[in-house]
């Protein structure tokens, strides 16, 4: 179009003809510098949004749904209630983690019950309406760990269907691609099986950014064994922190040894602090050798502790990680480790302000 203007105006047209063809040019050239720049606008952001900005922007988090079997089948009949999400928000909280269990809502296909997904729907929905970061977390570990190979079909057809499904939505929907793969589901395993579902991932979604952690309980000491596709560098590295156990799961029905322990308290002492320094210290030098940003996707202890014990151990934990650089999400909202009493429809203080910062 251009160049046939541009043949025209070299003929002897009247004034206005000619006019009228110099305007349309320099229109056609800033339509055309507009489209240029929308691109490469485009492609800077997606270039611009890196796994270590993500990390850095997912802050401070809790997990939530994680055992609120009536929600997801009514969510106006679950403990969980909307205006839970801005309250988090408000509290200073900037990420849910949303553990999700859907084998049980796929058909013989692996087929995912359409309520189930709406319901997932809603809630991605409010958490974007409350300006919160949310972590979709397939959190089937025990039904993974039990029998892998029998739950692989399953596993990855969950990711077939999730990823696509929200790949339109912003980059404040991240993707964690299986909470603490443990005992059966080996290191090794998982590597194979990580791989598979994050090609999956990819076809959908190339620039979402995925949180993939390491075998044995996404155990600190397991990271060495991860194994990552190289060339994909959004990804964020996630481990869980639950030392020393004898503490932080003491009096918990199903913590083996732990169970009937009680009155341990934790203080703060120079050794105690130095023994969690110590072993978040190895996530953090993995983190800077493998240029890979770390969450700290669960830490906490049991409610049957010591209050002053369980507060001053939470804020420890979230300021060692928060100077190592990790962002985390604390365990949990609602059922054990509670930062919030629905029951009695209160923060429970002590904790919300060990991990505010208060």
Request: proline fraction near 4%; charged fraction near 25%; hydrophobic fraction near 40%.
């Amino acid at each position: 179009m251009i160049k046939f203007v541009s043949k025209l105006t070299n003929h002897r047209l009247p004034l206005w003809t000619t006019y009228k063809y110099k305007i349309m040019k320099r229109l056609l050239f800033i339509i055309a510098m507009l489209i240029a720049s929308i691109s490469m606008n485009s492609l800077s952001l997606a270039q611009d949004i890196s796994a270590r900005d993500q990390c850095l922007k997912l802050g401070r988090g809790v997990n939530i749904l994680g055992y609120d079997k009536a929600f997801w089948q009514d969510h106006t009949k679950g403990r969980f209630k909307e205006q839970y999400f801005k309250m988090i928000k408000d509290a200073g909280f900037s990420n849910i983690r949303v553990n999700l269990f859907p084998f049980s809502q796929m058909d013989s296909l692996n087929m995912i019950d359409p309520h189930w997904l709406e319901t997932l729907d809603w809630v991605i929905e409010k958490g974007l309406e409350a300006n919160l970061m949310i972590i979709l977390d397939l959190h089937e570990f025990t039904a993974m760990a039990d029998n892998p190979e029998a739950k692989k079909e399953m596993f990855l057809s969950f990711w077939k269907q999730v990823a696509p499904r929200y790949k339109d939505k912003s980059n404040n929907v991240v993707f964690e691609l299986l909470n603490e793969p443990n005992q059966k589901l080996t290191v090794e395993m998982w590597n194979r099986f990580l791989a598979e579902a994050v090609k999956i991932i990819r076809e959908s979604n190339p620039d979402r950014t995925l949180i993939i952690g390491p075998g044995n309980w996404n155990g600190i000491e397991s990271l060495n064994t991860l194994t990552l596709p190289e060339n994909d560098r959004n990804i964020i590295v996630t481990v869980h922190f639950y030392y020393p156990m004898r503490f932080t799961h003491q009096g918990a029905a199903w913590a083996g040894e732990y169970k009937n322990l009680s009155g341990i308290k934790w203080t703060g002492t120079p050794e105690e602090k130095e023994e969690i320094e110590s072993k978040l210290k190895v996530a953090a030098d993995w983190s800077l050798k493998n240029d890979r940003p770390i969450f700290l996707g669960e830490f906490g202890s049991y409610d049957k502790g010591d209050m002053d014990s369980r507060a001053r151990y939470t804020a420890f934990v979230a300021r060692t990680a928060e100077k190592l650089g990790f962002s985390w999400a604390y365990w949990q909202f609602d059922s054990d480790f509670i930062v919030y009493n629905i029951d009695e429809e209160a923060w429970v203080e002590p904790i919300l302000n060990a991990l505010m910062k208060k």
